[in-house]
């Protein structure tokens, strides 16, 4: 069965460090998206890509970045980690003729000291 | 920019009682409309989604939404609450961009 999935489930980091985390989908979407997931802010869009080589900021992009080297993965790539990106992090993907809608993987939850 | 707003983080209602969870958004064009749930340490999972093909949409677990466009909402309800709906709840909009913007989210609670 096509899902999507993301490493690591759950990762712990100190301020300043470098952290990568991965999103796999197999649905063959061409669109993905990376949220955070705050207490009462719901979710919030980060980056997304609508294909191979594409990048887009979000909302709240400042301190992130990805790249789409092929169609199944969207790494999302902290720079320099900073406690206020403590998060649950959700990788979603979309299909252009999916009228929209986005299917989630399970999240990773960040903690940064 | 789309916007999204959910009246109450948090209701209570008791098993077999109506559950009605309010959406409300902002749109210059009639959008497309979800209602995700998420279970705890789960990601999202759509319940239900309005595409202009009827005003009132059934989703699962025993959950519908009815558009209004006149009152801009997308309320979802159910008629009897179970102990498995206690979760959060969240609608989203999206025009035609693919993207979707999130409402806070409302936290159920079901009491026995």
């Known amino acids: 069965d096509a899902e999507i999935t993301q490493s690591p489930r759950h990762k712990i980091t100190e301020t300043g460090r470098q952290v990568t985390l991965a999103c796999h989908q197999t649905?063959?979407?061409?669109?993905m998206f990376w949220y955070r997931q705050d207490l009462g802010h719901g979710l919030r869009l980060i980056h997304y890509?609508?294909?191979?080589?594409?990048?887009n900021k979000g909302e709240v992009s400042d301190g992130y970045s990805v790249s789409r080297s092929n169609t199944e993965d969207l790494p999302l790539t902290l720079e320099s980690a900073a406690s206020s990106q403590t998060s649950v992090y959700f990788c979603?993907?979309?299909?252009?003729?999916?009228?929209?809608?986005?299917?989630f993987g399970p999240g990773t939850r960040l903690t940064v000291l | 920019a789309q916007s999204v707003t959910q009246l109450g983080s948090h209701v209570s209602v008791s098993e077999g009682a109506l559950v009605l969870l309010r959406c409300n958004y902002s749109?210059?064009?009639?959008?497309?409309l979800f209602w995700y749930v998420q279970y705890p340490n789960q990601g999202l999972q759509l319940l239900l989604k309005?595409?202009?093909?009827?005003?009132l949409v059934k989703g699962i677990n025993g959950f519908e939404a009815e558009f209004k466009k006149s009152e801009t909402s997308f309320h979802l309800t159910k008629p009897s609450a179970h102990m498995s709906d206690a979760a959060e709840y969240f609608c989203?909009?999206?025009?035609?961009?693919?993207?979707?913007?999130f409402g806070a989210g409302t936290t159920v609670t079901v009491r026995a």
């Open positions: 649905w063959n979407h061409n669109n």
């Open positions: 989203a909009v999206s025009p035609n961009d693919y993207k979707l913007s």
């Open positions: 309005y595409t202009s093909a009827a005003t």
């Open positions: 749109s210059s064009v009639p959008p497309y």
């Open positions: 890509s609508y294909g191979v080589q594409d990048t």
């Open positions: 979603a993907s979309s299909d252009n003729g999916g009228l929209n809608e986005q299917f």
